[in-house]
């Protein structure tokens, strides 16, 4: 039996605006534009902590769950999914550019690639550097994706989101996520942006559905100093992956790590993926977590 969704909360009434804490310039989405009864994960953490490889085996062990998957990157990279795909996809800003953004032009298979398992992939992109707002993208890509009733019947939406950065572009995915999840490893750099990340995730949550799902450690053989954080700024570390060369060259292989030769490593590490995604899809509880301030953090990780 399906577990039950979780549903979506807005606060902002039609004709009214939401305010994203003091000072937020956000541009907010269109609230007509809801992804819908899908659960909706939106992960960050430190740009080069391991992101996309998290959220693309992660979308790998949702669909091995039976789960229809959408794994959406939002990075001008664009090479959130090509793990999955096998190559770097057009982005759906490129896309809308090639029709001067007439989207009714645009056929599905012009911005949505079957992945490996099944999983769909989109690639967001980003606008040209110093010209405009994530934020736009984003919308842009949800409401493509509506237009093609490409969200009724996925059960599962994964945004991968760019680095670290926390302006009002870059957290756009947070008004449509139920939960957000931070990437970390077991250093100072890591922990400082996810506490940076936990203040966005609290302002959001003041006016949107979105709440803290927890820590997932990467690359990390000890866990200390991430523990120390979560004690202090309540949240939990819900999964683990260690630091495995396999994990490197899966990247470098174009894979996933579902499709890597077996060992009985890489084996845990699988097992750990498939156990996160039903952790997930059974309904994880969100967590009151408060950031701490930047001083806090030099003295809590032992820094003079």
Known sequence: ???????????????????????????????????????????????????????????VAFSKLGKRVLQIGCDPKHDSTFTLTKKLMPTVIDVLESVDFHSEELRV???????????????????????????????????????????????????????????????????????????????FDSIFAMNRIVAAIQAKAKNYNVRLGGVIANRSAATDQIDRFNEQAGLRTIARFPDLDAIRRSRLKKATLFEMESTPELEAVQNEYLRLAASLWAGIEPMDGSSLKDRDIFDLLGFD
């Open 1 to 59: 039996m399906n577990a039950p969704k979780i549903p979506f909360r807005s606060s902002c009434s039609s004709g009214s605006s939401c305010g994203d804490g003091d000072g937020s310039v956000q541009v907010h989405q269109d609230p007509a534009v809801r992804i819908g009864n899908a659960r909706v994960f939106a992960v960050y953490g430190k740009g080069g902590i391991g992101k996309s490889t998290t959220s693309s085996n992660l979308s």
């Open 109 to 187: 298979e012009d911005f949505v690639y079957e992945g490996y398992n099944g999983v769909l992939c989109v690639e967001a992109g980003g606008p040209p550097a110093g010209t405009g707002c994530g934020g736009y993208v984003v919308g842009q890509t949800v409401k493509l994706l509506k237009e093609h009733h490409l969200l009724e019947e996925t059960d599962v939406v994964i945004f991968d989101v760019l680095g670290d950065v926390v302006c009002g572009g870059f957290a756009a995915p947070l008004q449509h996520a139920d939960r957000a999840l931070i990437v970390t490893a077991n250093d």
